[in-house]
């Protein structure tokens, strides 16, 4: 059974900061992993979505990386600044067609 | 371009009850699906609906069922109600069970009292 944990649960840090949000999953074998934005009471925007044969992906401040042999990804957002405070969720997918499996979130919270 | 949308956002009810959340999907989408997403937790699946029919299920009881209409759009349905079914209910929507890309809506919260 696939699980995915997040590290750390949360974070709080300085405007300006570059910061590392982690995600491990025990099952290697994944199609894709895809990293989620959640603001307090909303649904899921899509940040970034790396393929299994992929190691990375870029989109402005963020990156996103993936080792599936040792089943870790790190979501990497440059200079951060108060409107990047929200929950960020990573979740993986393990075929071709099937459903997320989602990690429990990391809140992270940027200071003016 | 209307993105997913959901209904209620908000709704209380009774231990015992029967509740019904409805969904519609993002323009041009013919697939749903639903996630359970319990207070500081993340999104749990629980089934999704392709050409009228369950295609996938998670680990829920057989108390979750749904439904899918003609026009893509999509029910849930939760019988005899626990205090642990509150949570916020989302719906996400794609072109296709096995698509990459799903948008989700912004979520049914229910609250079970």
């Given at each position: 059974k696939q699980e995915v944990t997040q590290i750390p649960a949360a974070l709080?840090?300085?405007?300006?900061?570059?910061?590392?949000?982690?995600?491990?999953?025990?099952?290697?074998?994944?199609?894709?992993?895809?990293?989620?934005?959640?603001?307090?009471g909303k649904g899921l925007t899509s940040l970034l979505l790396i393929q299994?044969?992929?190691?990375?992906?870029?989109?402005?401040?963020?990156?996103?990386?993936?080792?599936k042999s040792s089943?870790?990804?790190?979501?990497?957002?440059?200079?951060?600044?108060?409107?990047?405070?929200a929950t960020y969720l990573c979740a993986v997918r393990l075929n071709?067609?099937?459903?997320?499996v989602f990690g429990p979130g990391t809140r992270l919270s940027v200071l003016p | 371009?209307?993105?997913?949308?959901?209904?209620?956002?908000?709704?209380?009810?009774?231990?015992?009850q029967q509740v019904t959340l409805r969904c519609s999907p993002k323009s041009g989408h013919d697939t749903v699906s639903?996630?359970?997403?319990?207070?500081g937790q993340g999104p749990q699946f629980i089934f999704q609906y392709y050409e009228e029919e369950e295609r996938q299920r998670g680990n829920f009881p057989d108390r979750f069922s749904g439904h899918q209409f003609p026009n893509y759009s999509s029910e849930l349905n939760v019988n005899a109600l626990l205090l642990g079914d509150s949570a916020l209910y989302l719906c996400?929507?794609?072109?296709?069970?096995?698509?990459n890309?799903?948008?989700?809506g912004e979520g049914s919260w229910l609250t079970v009292v």
């Open positions: 709080s840090v300085p405007e300006g900061e570059n910061l590392v949000l982690n995600c491990s999953f025990t099952d290697s074998a994944i199609y894709n992993l895809q990293w989620f934005r959640q603001d307090p299994s044969s992929q190691r990375e992906q870029t989109s402005g401040r963020l990156n996103a990386s993936l080792d089943g870790r990804s790190t979501l990497y957002i440059a200079a951060s600044q108060p409107g990047d405070s071709y067609g099937q459903n997320f | 371009d209307a993105g997913v949308t959901q209904s209620p956002t908000h709704l209380i009810k009774t231990r015992g639903w996630y359970q997403q319990a207070l996400a929507s794609s072109l296709g069970p096995e698509r890309t799903i948008y989700f």
